[in-house]
């Protein structure tokens, strides 16, 4: 399924001149050059082979409640749909149920574009991951018509349910689609039955089946992605959304002296939606960990997800009290000499306090010439050293739009670049444990 389906990220050409310069030299700018109105992201949809337990698992370590589903119960004998929401932050969790089952006739999936031997060998190729990042927009076949029409790869046309809701996919990289969502009525009630404000067909959950939970996580950020070469990838994206370059890195601004990567972040209109995309540097030390990825997934792949919370600390404290009892772990905290320095990159906008709970917490601090980034990653979150979640806030940056509401810049306070080389550093530690009893065949002399 990987080869059949890697997109045109591998067959286009590099845009002309396309190269990085690097985070100093970058310069910002938004051209506003959308080629469709889009509204922000919508949900992400993990494809996995037992969607039950994964979805427990997730809403037990993020305070995430299961609020909506589809399934046998539901009259839905093609896959198992489990919907977490927090905030504005959906996690929809898929698995086919056996194809011997389905009712003849139409289909009785909810999600119209799941496909049975698709999800099957996703499931084998990657593992645990995200199949489809949805973002809303205002109509999802003009924006799947448009996004064909510039080079995107089609993967579902548009399709109407329930004469309320439109669907469409085109493939974004690897085996990942981009996914449109739009409503002909829209109903922004959260609290109403998830078949209004979400897809049709999903029915809420039980209040006994959905345990009070909330940790403070309110939204996604962003969805890093990694790509073999990051060059036609970002033509490919930027050509057919029509999304601005928002900021890049080089492995010379992020890298270790072990390894690297480099990066650039495409953004939509209202830098809400924010799309990284990240490829392997090669002449380290170390492998990076961007091939160590790209190896273990099988080609490219959702890396990892941001969650914004409405206070990290908490989220935190929740999230690290599961850790060792079905929730996530976390990489190994900076030394004791990185929260000794914070009080000097950082004590204008955070209190001693609030400097203590971050080394407690093994909260990194950024920041830039607009905002204060807090963040923090997990390990892997499964079987292999793929997909993992970072959770941050953003402090500063307040605006007020056109009537007066108060609003967060996107991307406020970048995206942790001074704590890139603490994380990297982690990472080349963990990925040393994973590799210290790996048999090694003699070399022969």
């Not at 996995?48 to 009259?75: Q, Y």
């Not at 929740?318 to 950082?346: C, D, H, I, Q």
């Not at 306070?413 to 048999?439: P, V």
Request: with cysteine; proline share 6%.
């Amino acid at each position: 399924m990987g080869k059949d389906t890697e997109i045109a990220a591998q067959d286009s050409n590099p845009a002309p001149g396309f190269k990085l310069v690097g985070f100093t030299n970058f310069v910002r700018n938004n051209p506003k050059s959308d080629r469709f109105r889009v509204k922000r992201f919508h949900h992400l949809d993990f494809w996995c082979s037992d969607a039950t337990n994964t979805a427990r698992r997730f809403s037990w370590g993020l305070g995430m409640p299961i609020v909506a589903k589809s399934d046998l119960s539901t009259g839905n004998d093609t896959h198992a749909s489990y919907l977490l929401r927090s905030g504005n932050l959906c996690f929809l969790f898929s698995a086919p149920y056996s194809p011997s089952i389905a009712s003849t006739g139409a289909t009785t999936a909810t999600i119209p574009t799941f496909d049975h031997s698709a999800s099957r060998a996703f499931s084998a190729s990657h593992g645990l991951g995200v199949r489809a990042i949805a973002i809303e927009v205002e109509d999802a076949e003009v924006a799947f018509n448009t996004s064909v029409a510039h080079g995107a790869k089609p993967s579902s046309p548009p399709v109407v349910l329930d004469g309320r809701v439109v669907l469409s996919e085109v493939h974004l990289y690897g085996d990942v689609v981009l996914r449109y969502v739009s409503y002909k009525n829209p109903n922004p009630n959260p609290d109403s039955n998830p078949d209004s404000w979400f897809l049709p067909g999903f029915e809420p959950m039980d209040e006994i089946s959905s345990f009070p939970l909330d940790f403070g996580i309110r939204r996604l950020d962003h969805a890093v992605g990694n790509v073999p070469e990051l060059a036609p990838a970002i033509s490919y994206v930027k050509g057919f959304t029509g999304f601005h370059e928002f900021a890049e890195f080089t492995a010379d601004d992020v890298g270790t002296s072990e390894s690297g990567l480099n990066s650039m972040v495409l953004a939509s209109n209202d830098e809400m939606v924010l799309l990284p995309l990240n490829e392997p540097v090669f002449g380290t030390k170390r492998k990076s960990q961007i091939q160590t990825y790209l190896e273990h997934n099988e080609g490219a792949g959702v890396q990892h997800l941001a969650l914004a919370s409405e206070d990290i600390f908490r989220t935190l404290r929740e999230m690290r009290r599961r850790s060792g009892v079905g929730g996530f772990e976390f990489m190994p905290s900076p030394p004791p000499t990185y929260y000794r320095n914070l009080k000097n990159r950082a004590g204008d906008v955070l209190t001693d306090e609030q400097i203590k709970e971050c080394e407690e917490l093994g909260i990194l601090v950024d920041r830039d010439d607009q905002g204060t980034l807090l963040q923090i990653f997990t390990k892997p979150v499964g079987d292999r050293p793929t997909i993992f979640i970072e959770i941050i806030q953003r402090v500063g940056c307040m605006l007020k739009d056109e009537e007066g509401k108060t609003y967060q810049k996107g991307g406020c306070g970048g995206f942790g670049k001074g704590n890139f080389s603490e994380l990297f550093k982690s990472i080349e530690e963990y990925e040393k444990t994973l590799e210290a009893k790996r048999i090694t065949e003699p070399v022969a002399a």
